[in-house]
């Protein structure tokens, strides 16, 4: 079991969760408006959402491991150009971090419904896990649908602690991010650095 490759798997995960995006910014409104509870209910919903698109990835990339090299190959070319070109649409994009105020007033279980259909429905975050998980393979005893569950359950954990703190501190981190235009900067060229960085990583990572 590779040790470096798990941490740097951790440090990526949390990296992109701290970067600003329109989870962690609903989350962040849904505490400011109705309260810590109801951003964490949110957070609940989003992070169940991430399991089955865990399951789709881990299944579906095994099945292509086991079948042939230079499929997964592709894979890894492909993941790696996508996050590319994430980087290249954070780049493009506003500094700024607009925080909108017309936020609808659920109950908690709306809450988690709907972060679970948002996440589940959003064919992106499948599209990610695809070009995020196969590089972070850290077994050569495991399976591979283990590895891709036990990143999954990483990600998932990392995630949820790290929009937990979100909606627990939403009101403090609401006010800092209107006050403070160098962070919106900051932000932005961490997430561009980390997409550039997971992307060379997996593009030269073997299997």
Known sequence: ??????????????????????????VLMQSIVNGKKYGLATVAGLMSGCLVHTTLVAFGV???????????????LLGALYLFFLAYKV???????????????????QLFRQGFIMNVLNPKVSIFFLAFFPGFLFSDELSSVTQFYVLGFLFILISFFVFGGIAIMAGYISDYIKSNSKVGVFLKWLQIIVFIGIGIFILFSEK
């Open 62 to 76: 095994s099945a292509i491991i086991k079948q042939s090299e230079l499929l997964f190959f592709i894979i890894k």
């Open 1 to 26: 079991m590779n040790f470096e490759i798990l941490s740097a798997f951790i440090f990526a995960t949390a990296a992109l969760a701290i970067s600003p995006g329109p989870d962690n910014i609903y």
């Open 91 to 109: 780049w493009r994009s506003e500094t700024s971090i607009q925080l909108s105020n017309a936020v609808e007033k659920k109950s908690l279980g």
